[in-house]
Every structure is written in C-alpha cells, then in structure tokens.
C-alpha cells in the first residue's frame, strides 16, 4: 500500500459559499465572535482570536456549498512531495503547488477528494496577533463534519492518502478522523448527498463555551441542538443555524488523543452517548435537515475534473 502523501499539521480553514454573504458576514463577525480581516467584492475572511490569519471564507454562491478546506503542513518541500504522490497516486490537483494568491498568502496546493472536495494544503501563511483568550468567542475552527454517500471511500482516501486517524466510529454512521492530538478534525455522516454537514468552532473553556451561549440568547439566538456533550470526542456541543441555513457549533474540551495509547471504538448510536449530560435531547427534524443542506459536488461539477 502508499504511504500517506503528507502530515497533516492542523485544521486551519474552512471556505463556504452563500448566497449572501453580507448578512453572512454580519453574523459571524457580530454576533458569532469572529472578526473580518480581509473583504473584496464576493468574499470576505474572517478570523478568530488565535493566531492564524483567516478560520472562515464566506464566498458568493448561488447555492450553500463547500468551498475549500484547508490545512496547515509544515514546509513548501512538504507540499511539493505531497503533490508528486498524489499525482502518482492519481489524485487530480486544482492548483499546483506554489504561492496561494488568496488572502494570507503562504504556500499550497488544492487536490480533490474522492466526492469532489477541495482541500487545501498550506503553509507559511500569513499569522496575526491573537486576541485576549477572556472574551467569548472562538480560537478558530477545530473540526468539520462531512456528509458522505461512501462512508468507507472517504475514510479510506482520507487515512490512506492523507494519513489520518481513525479516532472513533458511531456505529457504521459516523467516522472521527484525527491529525494531530485533537480527538478529531474532519468527521463523515453517512448520508444521501454529499454536502457539508456542520463547522465547528472552539471555545477557550466551557465558561467560554457557556458564555458564548449566553451571547448569542443575547442576540436572540436559541440553538437548534445542545447544550449537551457528547459520547465521541467527548466534546461539549451547541448547534446554530447561520443566515445561509448552514450549520455552526460551539464546541469545547475536546478529548485530546494520546498516539499509541489511544483505542478505537465503536459507540452506539443511543441517546445517552451522543448527550452524556443529557440535557440537549435527541436531535430534532429541523436541526437534522439543517445538517443535511443540499447536494454539493463540489469541484465534480467541473469539466476540468471530470474529464
Ligand atoms: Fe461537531
């Protein structure tokens, strides 16, 4: 079998495209806590009070779709070795390697996943001053859930390729995938379409965590799931509709993975090990069509991929 093509550092970005992205904007830099760093005609970038440059890209749209996610490798040798396996591998790129023009900078390449994901490879991307870590707002994003028609395709691309770990599974429904000691930053959901299923975002504390709930009541914001923390990951959660219908979570205290220590396990999928406290309920329609969102090919729906 290949070696994975790279080392995942980090989860670094997450680029989303909407239909408006001002009253996107207007959310998530007033109200959710991040703050705009960077904005042009369709886009706008956002960051949050750690130090990387830009945690979200909110691009015009005709239809709520994944943009790109990114992660952070370490050097430019690691993304050019990265792009000859990948093509030996057969793996279609997007962009060659080489200085990203976007906002922050740095150095990268965009390859496609088995369902037509983009992901992004970068390093020595631009860094900003973090922020006071009192207030409630996120650090940045710490994991991304994917809904997937092919469980067992996107797990295997996505350890087999990209050298991710498989931290827990959910039954055969979900699949917790780590890089680095976060117990995971990219989970798949089973699912009918292939579509972004839900972003997260991480508090300092649960104070924070709290806290930042109590900001958004504030705001006359009511989650659609939580507060609750779940068996997996152990992580605290509460999940938001954004304007665009896309959805947000607050997260914190993410178990955090000890290599070689660590065994996988497979949780059932009962009420008390999706909300240990048992204070969020079962997931409700509404919050469950919010996370399915529509059908997103991503960069299948272009010809350059496809041919
Ligand atoms: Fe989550």
Known sequence: MNQPVVRLHSLRSVQLGVPDVTACSDFYSEVWGLSVVEKDTDDTWLRGSGPDHHVLQLSRSERNALGRISFAVRTPAEVDEAARRLVAQGVPLLREPGPLDDA???????LVDPEGRRIELSCDVHSVTP????????????HVVLNTVDIDRAVAFYTQVLGMRVSDWSEHQMAFLRCNTDHHSIAFNQAAWTSVNHVAYEMVSMDHFMRGIGSLKHHGITPLWGPGRH????????????PAGLVCEYTSDVAQVVEDQ????????????????????????????????????????DEVVAS
């Open 231 to 242: 068996g997996p990951g152990n992580n605290t959660f509460s999940y938001f509709a954004d």
């Open 104 to 110: 922050g900078a740095g150095y990268g390449l965009v």
């Open 131 to 142: 922020r006071s870590r009192d207030l409630p707002v996120p650090i940045g994003v710490t």
């Open 262 to 301: 660590w065994l996988c396990r497979v949780w059932r999928r009962v009420p008390e090990l999706s909300d240990l406290w048992g204070t969020a309920g079962p997931p409700s329609t509404d919050v469950r069509t919010h996370m399915a969102g529509v059908e997103d090919l991503g960069a299948l729906a």
